[in-house]
């Protein structure tokens, strides 16, 4: 039975336990590697990507998907260099004007998924590529440069922390906090779970879905200015892409495409780290730079693989105990699912 | 007294679809703290009337009130927010979220003024309300852990915090084990003693018998007969049902057994769910398997079909040897498997009825080396097989699965594998959720099936349907064989001795005796 519930533990907390087996891979591979200052670069460079990933998140929980979150990055760079181009404005209402403009973007891929009903797979695909071709329109294509007290902020540490880590961690503790402990939070595992029982419940479902691609705007507007401010410049293919990494570090966080399953504390901020890690790692012990692409993949490919496995394992984990025991006790007794046996459920999974 | 004054007051409801008039001029009225019996066929109009009731469909004429005042919800949770809960049939319960969660799910209670939840107090609230219904669990666990009965205490529990005045069942114990039933009907009766008036909707009559005041029963939408549960004796409320007098609940058996070896299952184990399970069945038999819930019925007809793993013993089907988790083997072989949950693994529910019904069959109709499926032989076939299953459908080609009534999509589920002509039926409770008439029917496609030589395995919960089908009934217990019984010595009591694996209690072996006769 201790065993049994230690599994289940373990299989609960795969992508924590994943992040630490890479990190020391990586480690006895290359000593250099086994350092704080390597955590504090994974963290800044995962930060951008993870803000996006906590917005993805959600979407996924409610077994939908924003696909526009790379070209919503972008647009809301360019839109907001536009306006700094015009006016100054203190730095905050720059973070804040990049977030709403990201909000706006979400607000039109929520309307035309909640009323004119069309695929969110389609709606987002779609918002990629009509956000980033009117980036390119606005910006003739040409690299659209910040203030340098926007790339300042980049590189700026507070308490040997840098601000991007800090942005990134409060996203994370809101978002968290907004899924555990309020109903909009519940609701968007019910939505995800079964859609029409939640409405049957009660669940005002358009409106829970419509806030997710808000939310998922939002937070791609506020991580694409992280970016920018890491990088001091927005290039056309800015963020180019960067949808997959997001919807890579939700999944290697636990999140099911299916909805209804996953969180963003300690999962997704997991994924998002472990993706960097592998990144970071590859540049550290030199591997070839054409291999990198498909060491990562690789990598990638094999915590998902691990992940169905994980998930089926504890599905097993969960269900058998349930089942007819052995007359005598040491088949095991029912663990913290026991119901009476004899009571057990009769439907096959 | 003042519980005379009704709670729920119906009149002259009545709703169309498509033209189609499906409920006609109904009439009711509840009082507080009691009890309504609503029976009738599948697509008598119940689930359209209690629907109307819990604001899913607006009526097109007559008019409700609640409590004297006008009652027209807007949907199901105004209706809910009025007082009229509907515990579905197909319970409402998020698996993925903890019991509070599924509580409070649209109505938390707030750390006002900040926008999050309660959490301690939802729970102390929480853990109230299982008390009060009797659920024994933490209020953290989490809904997928927890077996069917339980889930629907949940349900109730839900019902019970927003005070409801009228609450609604359908079909509430189809997946209730007999223990879990007795505690419901106890739950029911604390309600009725709280003043909440129950409308109970079942095709278990004894059932109904068992917990209504009065009866009301509807046959093609219109009412034809409601009063006290006194004078609605069993047999009244079928005649009145069906609108004839059913004279016998099973078809007389025609196929006679043979002495080849459709199949055999030899010893087969797998650690915690079977123990050495032997069993044959023979051409043109019918074998029942009973047992309680969660005897390893179902598993083990998996494990047969090939669907779950098993550690030692073999099964063959035909004379073959059937390898271990290999579904199609099985196919090949002759082997049909109907499940249970015909909504999540028996029908396309989206498509039409001869899609369904050519699943299985499909390669037998391709032509050519490139295995193009002859559409014209196809649909005359499933013509053929709806034709002898009696299929009530509009069309064959366009209708939908999901709009047929249960008894019609459970023929479907029969009727996709008669096409691929199998020599083994494994049937996992084929009536659950079906009513009397369309009972009948599939009693009469069983013993068709066995006439034309295919050897039957049916799995049961209902002890009479067996008695009255089978030529042997097999009982299952923890995953053992604990009794067998052959027809002409079939024994209602000794049977349930054996799957309760003790001196089995007279008012069990009643209530089962008492259920459909």
Known sequence: ?349 | MTADAPVLVVEGVSKEFFGVRVLRDVSLSLAPGRVLGLVGENGAGKSTLMNILGGILVPDGGSMRLDGEPYRPRGPRDAAALGVTFIHQELNVFSNLSITDNLFLTSYPRLRPLPLLAKRASRERARQLLREVGLDRSPDDLVETLAPGERQLVEIAKAISTDAKVVIFDEPTTSLTARETEKLFDLLRRLQARGTAIVYISHILADVRRVADEILVLRDGGLVGSGPVAEFPTDRMISLMVGRALEQLYPDRRAVPGDGVVLDVAHLSQPGVVADVSLQVHEGEVVGLFGLMGAGRTELARMVFGLDPYASGSVAVDGHRVPPLDPRAAIRRGAAFVTEDRRDEGLLMDFPVVDNLAMVALPRFGRGPAGVVDTRALVAAAREVGKSLRLKTASLERQPARSLSGGNQQKIVLGKWLLSQPRLFILDEPTRGVDVGAKYEVYTVVDDLAARGAGVLVISSELDELQGICDRILVLRRGEITGGFERGAFDAERILRAAFGEPARRASAQDVAEETT
């Open chain 1, 1 to 349: 039975m201790t065993s049994r519930r230690a599994q289940l533990l373990l299989l609960r907390n795969m992508p924590l336990v994943l992040l630490v087996v890479v990190f020391v891979v990586f480690s006895l591979l290359d000593q250099r590697f086994f350092d704080p200052q390597t955590l504090v670069n994974v963290a800044r460079q995962a930060s951008y990507i993870g803000i996006v990933a906590v917005g993805m998140t959600l979407v996924l929980l409610t077994a939908g998907i924003d696909l526009s979150v790379g070209s919503v990055m972008y647009l809301s760079a360019v839109l907001v260099a536009e306006v700094l181009d015009r006016t100054a404005m203190p730095l905050f209402m720059v973070v804040v004007l990049a977030a709403a403009v990201g909000g706006l973007l979400g607000l039109v891929n929520a309307t035309t998924i909640t009323v004119l009903r069309v695929m969110p797979f389609i709606v987002t695909l779609a918002a990629m590529s009509a956000y980033r071709g009117y980036a390119w329109q606005l910006s003739e294509s040409r690299e659209v440069n910040y203030p340098d007290a926007v790339a300042e902020l980049g590189s700026t540490d507070v308490l040997g922390v840098p601000v991007s880590v800090l942005v990134f961690a409060a996203v994370v503790l809101v978002v968290h906090v907004v899924l555990t402990r309020t109903a909009f939070g519940r609701q968007i595992y019910a939505v995800g779970r079964d859609r029409r029982a939640a409405e049957r419940a009660g669940v005002p479902v358009k409106r829970v879905i419509a806030a997710v691609y808000v939310c998922s705007g939002l937070l791609a507007g506020l991580g694409g200015f992280v970016a920018v401010s890491q990088l001091g410049t927005v290039v056309p293919s800015f963020a180019q892409a960067d949808e997959f990494d997001a919807i890579a570090a939700a999944v290697l966080g636990g999140a099911s495409l299916f909805g209804g399953r996953g969180n963003v504390w300690p999962g997704t901020v997991a994924g998002a780290l472990l993706l960097q890690l592998v990144n970071v790692g590859l540049v550290f012990t030199q591997v070839d730079l054409y291999l990198t692409p498909m060491v990562s993949a690789a990598i990638i490919f094999l915590a998902v693989l691990l992940d169905a496995l994980r998930t089926r394992q504890l599905e097993r984990l969960e269900r058998r105990t349930i089942r007819v025991e052995g007359d005598q006790d040491d088949a095991g007794p029912p663990a913290r699912t026991g119901a009476p046996v004899g009571e057990a459920q009769g439907s096959a999974p």
